[in-house]
T-cell receptor, first 112, second 116 residues
Framework: AQSVTQPDIHITVSEGASLELRCNYS??????LFWYVQSPGQGLQLLLK??????LVQGIKGFEAEFKRSQSSFNLRKPSVHWSDAAEYFC??????????FGKGTKLSVIP | NAGVTQTPKFQVLKTGQSMTLQCAQD?????MYWYRQDPGMGLRLIYY???????DKGEVPNGYNVSRLNKREFSLRLESAAPSQTSVYFC???????????????FGPGTRLTVL
């Protein structure tokens, strides 16, 4: 069965600093990988997704993620964080029947 | 185009009461999903419907039933609510991609359920 690990429960960064959120997955086949963001009291919004091809994926809001098969990782990055990026971020891996398995999330706090 | 809508937004139940959470999508998507979100647990799949007329259990189906009423609507029923079902419930939908395509799941705004 597939699984996703997000090692960091809570990260705090200063506004303008760079950000990297870690995601490690376990899946027996070629993974389909996603990053979602959830603002307080809201549903989930897709930031970016990886299916195949270029291992560096660009998403919305200035985010990018890099797929590294050798490390089973799909880390999310942003060069300069804005206060509005404070939210919870979820990594997910796609399985059969279009099911998604989510990690437990990383909460991002931004210091002005 | 409203996307995925859920009703109600909030609900408080007493132990043993029943209720149905409603979900509808207007994107002509084939697949629909119900998740629950608990603090520190991420989202866990309760049930899904890959296409109209089919439903399947997910990771945490116990205590729930679902109905895929038509292509647009997918409801989640709690027959006898328990405090352990206090959670935020999200509905999602996805269009079945062809070939190696794997598309995005679109999420509703959630229903916050408290069982006393």
């Amino acid at each position: 069965a597939q699984s996703v690990t997000q090692p960091d429960i809570h990260i705090t960064v200063s506004e303008g600093a760079s950000l990297e959120l870690r995601c490690n997955y376990s899946y027996g086949a070629t993974p389909y990988l996603f990053w979602y963001v959830q603002s307080p009291g809201q549903g989930l919004q897709l930031l970016l997704k990886y299916f195949s091809g270029d291992t560096l994926v660009q998403g919305i809001k200035g985010f990018e993620a890099e797929f590294k098969r050798s490390q089973s990782s799909f880390n999310l990055r942003k060069p300069s964080v804005h206060w509005s990026d404070a939210a919870e971020y979820f990594c997910a891996v796609g399985a059969g029947s279009y099911q998604l398995t989510f990690g437990k999330g990383t909460k991002l706090s931004v210091i002005p | 185009n409203a996307g995925v809508t859920q009703t109600p937004k909030f609900q408080v139940l007493k132990t043993g009461q029943s209720m149905t959470l409603q979900c509808a999508q207007d994107m002509n998507h084939n697949s629909m999903y119900w998740y629950r979100q608990d603090p520190g647990m991420g989202l866990r799949l309760i049930y899904y419907s890959a296409s109209e007329g089919t439903t399947d259990k997910g990771e945490v189906p116990n205590g729930y039933n679902v109905s895929r009423l038509n292509k647009r609507e997918f409801s989640l029923r709690l027959e006898s609510a328990a405090p352990s079902q206090t959670s935020v419930y999200f509905c999602a939908s996805l269009t079945s991609g062809g070939g190696s395509s794997y598309n995005e799941q679109f999420f509703g705004p959630g229903t916050r359920l408290t069982v006393l």
